[in-house]
């Protein structure tokens, strides 16, 4: 009951609060805004906000990947719209499709603890990118108009050495990560618990670094295209905003719009609309209705959750590396690989392998690199599909 209490009055807050910000904007300049807008450049807005959520999916895969855990490229790329529907018409921001994502993970055989550090670990990749995007902004834009105009409102921006403390902000963003795991692979506690096992052997990988590199690559691309969205929005209402303007705006207005406080990030996300393009003298009716198209863009792509998700083999379980999963299914199975080298290699480990997930299987822990005996390895072809 309280639960359900909780969810209606997170509507009747976002409601109020987008009420609010369009009446402190003005509701008759909001509308003409709208009325005025270039579809063109709102159908340019959309395919850009498409290109950031398929890639966000690619690099919640890929991060998922980094856990040992194997998924479809369809598959997650369906899962990740399907929660993207529930972020923008169900109460909670983006709490409900984050949790949908650690859900259907789950139901494919991984555990629940990597299910879950996947999809939080991905939206703090995109947060912590979003920070290095912001900040880099900032410094390129240090000395144009649009800096000087502020500094003129802030005059305690106009002798600080604000190029320096940009990127060295950027570079704290994104290295702090990279320090954080070497500190993780150090100190993590060593206990007789299979899930601790299982992180000590993620941390531990050799490809620690390449999977590191693959998520600020990822986290980039989406965060670039989701700014353009944000601009393409700014064009169609013949409001002229530098690239770098609106990814140093794109900070608050994306942090304020996770916010659990209501759905979809709506009124959240116009409030800081207003305030940060409003430093850059960005009206107030225009950035609300920049901030308000964006949302649009969210509700129009719900409709992609209504599409089915592509059936996964049952045989989705902890997986591992294509190579590892072939060598331990030709030990499992006595059958020759498809070519004379690979048959040599599983034949020479079949014991080794063996031996390895006996042990496995009596300590409660997952060897690096080996399948979990839980269920079997996900096949070659369903993990590239």
């Given at each position: 009951m309280k639960r359900r209490a909780l969810r209606w009055l997170r509507v009747v807050a976002a409601f109020a609060l987008l009420g609010a910000v369009v009446w402190i904007a003005g509701p008759a300049h909001v509308?003409?805004?709208?009325?005025?807008?270039?579809?063109?450049?709102?159908a340019l807005g959309l395919a850009a906000n498409v290109a950031a959520n398929t890639g966000s999916a690619l690099r919640w895969r890929e991060l998922a990947r980094w856990f040992g855990m194997l998924a479809p490229r369809?598959?997650?790329?369906?899962?990740y719209f399907h929660g993207v529907a529930v972020n923008a018409l169900l109460p909670g921001a983006v709490v409900g499709g984050d949790m949908l994502r650690a859900f259907s993970l789950q139901r494919l055989g991984h555990p629940g603890l990597e299910a879950g550090m996947s999809v939080l670990l991905d939206r703090l990749s995109g947060l912590w990118m979003l920070c290095v995007v912001g900040f880099v902004s900032i410094a390129w834009g240090a000395d144009s108009e649009s800096t000087r105009a502020l500094a003129a409102r802030w005059p305690a921006l106009a002798g600080s050495p604000l190029v320096q403390t940009a990127l060295l902000l950027a570079f704290a963003c994104l290295v702090g990560p990279w320090l954080a795991l070497?500190?993780?692979?150090?100190w993590l506690p060593r206990r007789d618990s299979p899930r601790l096992e299982r992180m000590h052997a993620?941390?531990?990988?050799?490809?620690?670094?390449?999977?590191?590199?693959?998520?600020?690559?990822?986290?980039?691309?989406v965060q670039l295209f989701a700014i353009a969205s944000l601009v393409c929005a700014?064009?169609?209402?013949h409001?002229?905003?530098p690239f770098w303007v609106m990814a140093a705006s794109a900070v608050p207005i994306f942090v304020f719009a996770t916010l659990p406080v209501s759905f979809g990030g709506w009124g959240t996300r116009?409030?800081?609309a207003v305030l940060a393009l409003g430093a850059f003298g960005i009206a107030a009716p225009s950035a609300v209705t920049i901030s308000m198209i964006y949302g649009l863009y969210g509700l129009a792509q719900a409709v992609g959750g209504l599409a089915p998700v592509p059936r996964v083999p049952q045989a989705a379980?902890?997986?591992a590396p294509a190579s590892a999963s072939a060598a331990s299914g030709a030990a499992a199975s006595g059958a020759a690989a498809s070519s004379a080298a690979a048959s040599a290699a599983a034949a020479s480990g079949a014991a080794a392998s063996g031996a390895a997930a006996s042990g496995a299987a009596h300590s409660g822990a997952t060897p690096p690199g080996a399948a979990s005996s839980s269920a079997p390895p996900l096949p070659e072809r369903a993990a590239r599909w």
């Open positions: 509308l003409e805004a709208i009325r005025g807008a270039d579809a063109r450049w709102l369809a598959w997650a790329v369906a899962t070497l500190v993780l692979r150090r993620a941390l531990r990988t050799g490809h620690a670094g390449r999977h590191y590199l693959v998520q600020v690559v990822l986290s980039t691309i700014a064009r169609a209402l409001v002229d905003v116009e409030a800081a379980g902890v997986s």
